[in-house]
């Protein structure tokens, strides 16, 4: 089997719960696509094959000192109050319970690669296919699977565990990534390949 991390993005209260700040967005897509069950039966999957497994998470300390104040993306956060470290809103949505084992990526920007420990992780545990998936598609699963494509691993992306805002946006998306990644079903990905 090659080696693998499955990365599961972004999947935070703040955004897919239904009572989280995105319940009028995210949430409501996540919801009618039934991404958490799908991540949850891909984690479970995952684990079995023996693939670590990894949550990134977008937060920023109570001051948002790390918070870009000209983002078109973060400078709301400030604002509404959400993405803070240490809260409900930036723990992973219990539907998918992290474990002890699994790595913890906490990012300040859209990527999950930029200023964290990502690379780190990837070259001590000797990674070399990174399966993911997250909210937002057209976001943090974009910039993901480019950031991965360019430093040579072999990515896939669980299309039926990942949602944007609306419909047409995920799909569009969708279409943009199969340029750089492997677009598969959560159910049809072959853990032990």
């Not at 400078?75 to 539907?95: C, D, K, M, Y």
């Not at 993901?144 to 992306?157: F, K, N």
Request: aromatic share 8%; proline share 3%.
């Amino acid at each position: 089997m090659k080696k693998t991390l499955f990365l599961v993005m972004d999947m935070m209260n703040d955004l897919v719960a239904e009572d989280g700040f995105s319940k009028a967005t995210y949430a409501v897509q996540v919801k009618q696509r039934g991404v958490l069950e799908n991540t949850a039966t891909a984690i479970a999957c995952a684990r079995a094959a023996g693939a670590q497994v990894g949550f990134v998470r977008v937060g920023f300390s109570a001051d948002y000192r790390e918070c870009p104040p000209a983002s078109p993306i973060f400078s709301g956060a400030r604002t509404n109050g959400i993405f803070q470290l240490g809260t409900w809103g930036t723990e992973v949505h219990p539907a998918l319970a992290p474990q002890s084992q699994d790595f913890d990526v906490v990012k300040h920007r859209v990527s999950p690669f930029y200023a964290t420990s990502l690379e780190a992780i990837l070259r001590a545990n000797g990674i070399q296919r990174i399966v993911m998936c997250g909210v937002s598609t057209n976001g943090v699963v974009h910039s993901g699977a480019r950031e991965a494509h360019d430093r040579d691993y072999e990515v896939v992306i669980l299309e039926d565990c990942c949602a944007g805002v609306t419909a047409d946006e995920h799909m569009h998306a969708i279409a943009c990534l199969a340029r750089y990644a492997s677009i598969v079903n959560s159910r049809e990905l072959l853990w032990s390949s």
